[in-house]
């Protein structure tokens, strides 16, 4: 049903509606002009079969006179002659002298040339209902003869007639309904395939490519194109990461045999001034290589392949990150509580996901004031996995809460507290190539960040 909602709504399907909608106007159009134009047709036919007979009726009269006419109405009433032709005539007196009409029709004004009425009731009715459609004159001597003809024929053929007209549009309508739920069916399911090819590549996976099936219509195409921008994309990608790679390896090596170096002098020297500052330039030294370390954790993270994954226990990555920064909130006084559901797990890169992890508890202690709390829990919602961590630090404004995830980003303009800005960096890639799901809120005073895994990443017991 969900996948019907989705195909509705779909541009192809509405699409094919519109086109469906002015072709089924069309044609309701051309059935109208078709059926009015039948129905004055056989009308008009009818009439001038009436005024061809009345014609001939007067020319006998004029020859014969009221016994010819008499005999000829006579004869045209004989059912071996003619069995639609409807006849009366009446003499001055108002008697019937000849026809198959009984009596003349009620309701009939003299001076009506064409009338319509019913051979039941033998009064005057609407087109709708008329069973005859008839001409009456009066007669030199005042005669009155009224000719007419049976339509109830004619009036069942235009009957038919819409009846065929009407259901012809509801086949067009149909079939045009039909075809574009089809037609958007088959289009949907290859802009779908698109759809989850182009998911893939956004959570990571750069290597995927768009099938286009061996066709070469419109969709075929494009996606061609897409798949070659996603070519010189992965090699500017694969470049900038190697070049990044290289930068931060070998300035590393030098760095840390500055460090070496520094340390050397500090062991050596006498002078206690000169001794701090040699501590204050390792101290900085450390923060590069901790900087270039940083930056390379995210390449790893952004270069992360699902097929590199594997079932992750998070009960048991929890219990190691609280392990780890117990020591220091105790350290701090800050409270730390962890409440964890075993048997949660997932898929993904066990590595990674507890970088990303000790990266937020890490921000939470760092930034929580001495006699803080901080709170990590795990639990299952729905059966998926619900990672949330809780501090009572500053917090972060709403205005900044999408910026601090941009690598460098700090909220601290003037860098005086320590950091790199790049925690939150990594941890934001690691959610990309894993699918994850981070959302921050104010915990008034402090944080809470919740990372909730997608059910596609969600691994079984078994």
Same mark, same amino acid.
């Given at each position: 049903?969900?996948?019907?909602?989705?195909?509705?709504?779909?541009?192809?399907?509405?699409?094919?509606?519109?086109?469906?909608?002015?072709?089924?106007?069309?044609?309701?159009?051309?059935?109208?002009?078709?059926?009015?134009?039948?129905?004055?047709?056989?009308?008009?036919?009818?009439?001038? *079969?009436?005024?061809?007979?009345?014609?001939?009726?007067?020319? @006998?009269?004029?020859?014969?006179?009221?016994?010819?006419?008499?005999?000829?109405?006579?004869?045209?009433?004989?059912?071996?002659?003619?069995?639609?032709?409807?006849?009366?005539?009446?003499?001055?007196?108002?008697?019937?002298?000849?026809?198959?009409? @009984?009596?003349?029709?009620?309701?009939?004004?003299?001076?009506?040339?064409?009338?319509?009425? !019913?051979?039941?009731?033998?009064?005057?009715?609407?087109? *709708?209902? *008329?069973?005859?459609?008839?001409?009456?004159?009066?007669?030199?001597?005042?005669?009155?003869?009224?000719?007419?003809?049976?339509?109830?024929?004619?009036?069942?053929?235009?009957?038919?007639?819409?009846?065929?007209?009407?259901?012809?549009?509801?086949?067009?309508?149909?079939?045009?309904?039909?075809?574009?739920?089809?037609?958007?069916?088959?289009?949907?399911?290859?802009?779908?395939?698109?759809?989850?090819?182009?998911?893939?590549?956004?959570?990571?996976?750069?290597?995927?490519?768009?099938?286009?099936?061996?066709?070469?219509?419109?969709?075929?195409?494009?996606?061609?194109?897409?798949?070659?921008?996603?070519?010189?994309?992965?090699?500017?990608?694969?470049?900038?990461?190697?070049?990044?790679?290289?930068?931060?390896?070998?300035?590393?090596?030098?760095?840390?045999?500055?460090?070496?170096?520094?340390?050397?002098?500090?062991?050596?020297?006498?002078?206690?001034?000169?001794?701090?500052?040699?501590?204050?330039?390792?101290?900085?030294?450390?923060?590069?290589?901790?900087?270039?370390?940083?930056?390379?954790?995210?390449?790893?993270?952004?270069?992360?392949?699902?097929?590199?994954?594997?079932?992750?226990?998070?009960?048991?990555?929890?219990?190691?990150?609280?392990?780890?920064?117990?020591?220091?909130?105790?350290?701090?006084?800050?409270?730390?509580?962890?409440?964890?559901?075993?048997?949660?797990?997932?898929?993904?890169?066990?590595?990674?996901?507890?970088?990303?992890?000790?990266?937020?508890?890490?921000?939470?202690?760092?930034?929580?004031?001495?006699?803080?709390?901080?709170?990590?829990?795990?639990? !299952?919602?729905?059966?998926?996995?619900?990672?949330?961590?809780?501090?009572?630090?500053?917090?972060?404004?709403?205005?900044?809460?999408?910026?601090?995830?941009?690598?460098?980003?700090?909220?601290?303009?003037?860098?005086?507290?320590?950091?790199?800005?790049?925690?939150?960096?990594?941890?934001?890639?690691?959610?990309?190539?894993?699918?994850?799901?981070?959302?921050?809120?104010?915990?008034?005073?402090?944080?809470?960040?919740?990372?909730?895994?997608?059910?596609? !990443?969600?691994?079984?017991?078994?």
């Amino acid at each position: 049903m969900a996948r019907l909602g989705r195909l509705v709504k779909t541009t192809t399907f509405r699409l094919a509606l519109l086109y469906t909608a002015l072709f089924a106007g069309s044609v309701g159009a051309l059935f109208v002009f078709v059926f009015i134009n039948t129905s004055v047709f056989a009308e008009r036919q009818t009439e001038a *079969a009436i005024e061809a007979e009345v014609t001939g009726l007067q020319e @006998t009269f004029r020859r014969e006179g009221i016994a010819g006419l008499i005999n000829a109405i006579n004869r045209r009433v004989d059912p071996n002659f003619r069995t639609d032709g409807i006849y009366i005539l009446m003499s001055p007196g108002q008697k019937r002298l000849a026809g198959n009409l @009984t009596s003349w029709p009620g309701d009939i004004r003299p001076d009506d040339l064409w009338i319509s009425f !019913s051979i039941v009731e033998m009064q005057t009715a609407d087109a *709708a209902t *008329a069973d005859v459609r008839g001409l009456q004159f009066i007669v030199s001597g005042g005669y009155r003869l009224l000719v007419g003809r049976d339509i109830r024929e004619a009036r069942d053929f235009r009957a038919q007639l819409l009846r065929s007209l009407n259901i012809g549009l509801g086949i067009t309508v149909a079939l045009g309904v039909v075809g574009g739920f089809l037609f958007s069916r088959t289009i949907m399911g290859r802009v779908e395939r698109i759809t989850q090819t182009c998911r893939r590549i956004m959570r990571g996976d750069l290597s995927q490519r768009i099938d286009t099936a061996g066709q070469s219509d419109e969709l075929s195409r494009l996606s061609e194109s897409v798949n070659e921008m996603l070519d010189q994309i992965e090699r500017l990608m694969n470049g900038l990461r190697e070049v990044s790679d290289n930068v931060a390896h070998d300035l590393r090596t030098p760095l840390n045999r500055l460090r070496v170096r520094l340390e050397v002098a500090v062991n050596n020297a006498v002078d206690e001034k000169e001794k701090e500052e040699l501590e204050e330039a390792i101290a900085d030294a450390d923060r590069l290589l901790a900087t270039f370390s940083s930056l390379l954790r995210i390449a790893r993270a952004e270069a992360s392949l699902r097929r590199s994954f594997e079932t992750v226990d998070l009960g048991s990555i929890v219990e190691d990150v609280v392990d780890l920064y117990q020591p220091l909130a105790e350290e701090k006084g800050i409270r730390f509580e962890s409440n964890v559901e075993f048997g949660v797990k997932a898929w993904g890169d066990p590595n990674l996901i507890a970088q990303a992890l000790a990266n937020l508890v890490d921000n939470a202690v760092k930034y929580t004031p001495n006699g803080g709390e901080v709170m990590v829990s795990l639990k !299952s919602e729905s059966g998926l996995a619900s990672l949330t961590v809780v501090d009572s630090g500053p917090g972060i404004p709403e205005a900044y809460r999408e910026k601090v995830f941009g690598r460098l980003y700090r909220l601290d303009d003037s860098r005086s507290t320590p950091g790199s800005g790049l925690g939150l960096s990594l941890v934001w890639a690691v959610g990309k190539s894993h699918g994850l799901s981070i959302d921050l809120f104010d915990n008034t005073p402090g944080l809470v960040v919740t990372v909730r895994f997608p059910e596609a !990443s969600i691994a079984s017991d078994a």
